[in-house]
């Protein structure tokens, strides 16, 4: 019987490995990939406490009727005949609350941060060197009442004992000097950072491989067979089976397909996203920003820059839409005159796991499963793996640890 198995070789699985290993439990990854691909590599690769506000709030539903009718809207739900689709809507809608944002503010800061922290402390170790900066970010605004949300934002977050700096274009022009930017203000966060998606994940799978963390490539699992303190056994597409003690689903958003085969709901809709890299540009912004309006995000990657955006709930169709990839594009020198996106490298795309009240899914299936969910953390995956990866040692290791856990049991929606 295998110890500890984790189904997902994403970011999330590799840091609940290491977290594991560390604990000094024997570890199997399995993936039915090849370890190459995914949101993992082709993320925007930002650490931000700033994002406390989950995406099921107050005024959310609205915004997302009125973009669902624009052809190059940043946010898209494809119209389908879709009973899981339906329920997820619901779910979401009944989500979207002030209350649920209290509540879930503080909780999402601290997850941010002690995550912020361990990317940090792993920088600094040997073999590890992801171009890790804490040089936060920038929400940049062009209008008034882009600036007012984002002015409400930062007051929240000063509220939450998170610093957040309002920049006049002359005072951005001093942060950023040499780079022209078309703005009317922006909300710098000097507690976010950022790193290299790509180059954390080669390097982290590299350590866990050297450390004794055993890899399973071009696996698909079929379904799992919970067996309570028994454990549970793995079926493969090809027959195969594998029992184990723990199992660690963490699958993004093929999570959910993957309970629903083994008999569990698992609320979760593809967030669809996309990315473009500038290779070797030589004007680029310092500090990583997000476009406000358009919801393009901008992130310096060592030599590199990458410009990514849209979340477009689809079914997980493997089309890339071109008018998306455009609109992307067309934002940039919108907001950095002289940003020249003309020569970006091919179009990336990659699901997004989006629960229905902006939370991850974080917890045994149910009390005394074998199965241990870590999925669901939408556009915030980089962010909060480090800490899930915690968590879920801890989980596996029966300690106790502080976070309100029972906000993240998978378990709340069914």
């Known amino acids: 019987m295998k110890d500890v198995v984790i189904i997902g070789g994403g970011v999330v699985g590799l840091w609940c490995a290491w977290h594991l290993q560390q604990a000094g439990r024997q570890v199997t990854v399995i993936d039915k ?44 739900i494809r119209p389908r005949l879709n009973l899981e689709l339906a329920q997820w809507l619901f779910l979401f809608y009944k989500s979207a609350s002030r209350k649920h944002v209290e509540e879930s503010a503080a909780l999402l800061r601290d997850m941010h941060e002690e995550s912020r922290d361990l990317y940090c402390q792993l920088s600094q170790s040997p073999g590890f060197h992801f171009d890790f900066q804490q040089k936060g970010i920038l929400m940049l605004y062009k209008t008034q009442g882009a600036e007012k949300d984002e002015l409400e934002t930062a007051e929240k977050a000063h509220q939450l004992g998170i610093e957040a700096n309002h920049l006049t274009p002359d005072q951005l022009k001093q942060l950023e000097p040499g ?51 028994s454990g549970a056994y793995i079926s493969f597409v090809n027959k195969e089976k594998l029992h184990a003690r723990n199992v660690i689903v963490a699958a993004g958003s093929w999570s959910a397909r993957l309970m629903r085969k083994s008999g569990y709901r698992l609320p979760i809709q593809d967030g669809k996203g996309y990315s473009m890299t500038l290779s070797n540009s030589q004007l680029k912004p310092s500090i990583p920003s997000i476009l406000h309006e358009a919801r393009v995000a901008i992130t310096p990657m060592g030599s590199d820059l990458r410009i990514s955006g ?46 229905p009240d902006g ?40 300690t106790e640890y502080v976070t309100p856990a029972a906000k993240l049991m998978p378990s709340r929606f069914s």
């Open 33 to 76: 990939g090849n370890f190459q691909d995914g949101c993992s590599f082709g993320n925007a690769g930002m650490i931000v406490p700033s994002h406390f506000i989950p995406m099921a709030s107050p005024g959310i539903i609205a915004t997302g009727i009125r973009w669902m009718f624009k052809k190059d809207s940043p946010f898209y």
């Open 179 to 229: 780079l022209e930017m078309s703005v009317r203000g922006a909300i710098h966060y000097p507690g976010d950072a950022h790193l290299s998606p790509h180059e954390f994940m080669q390097q982290m799978k590299f350590f866990l491989e050297q450390s004794g963390v055993k890899f399973i490539y071009d696996s698909e699992v079929l379904d799992i067979d919970d067996q309570g303190n």
């Open 310 to 355: 849209t979340l477009e709930i689809s079914g997980m169709d493997d089309i890339i839409h071109q008018h998306k990839v455009d609109s992307i594009l067309r934002a940039v020198p919108e907001y950095y005159p002289q940003l020249d996106v003309s020569s970006h490298g091919m179009v990336w795309y990659g699901y997004r796991p989006c629960t």
């Open 359 to 398: 939370l991850p899914y974080i917890g045994r299936w149910k009390e005394g499963s074998s199965v241990i969910i870590a999925t669901g953390h939408a556009m915030m995956g980089l962010s909060l793996a480090p800490v899930t990866g915690r968590m879920i040692a801890d989980l596996v290791n029966r």
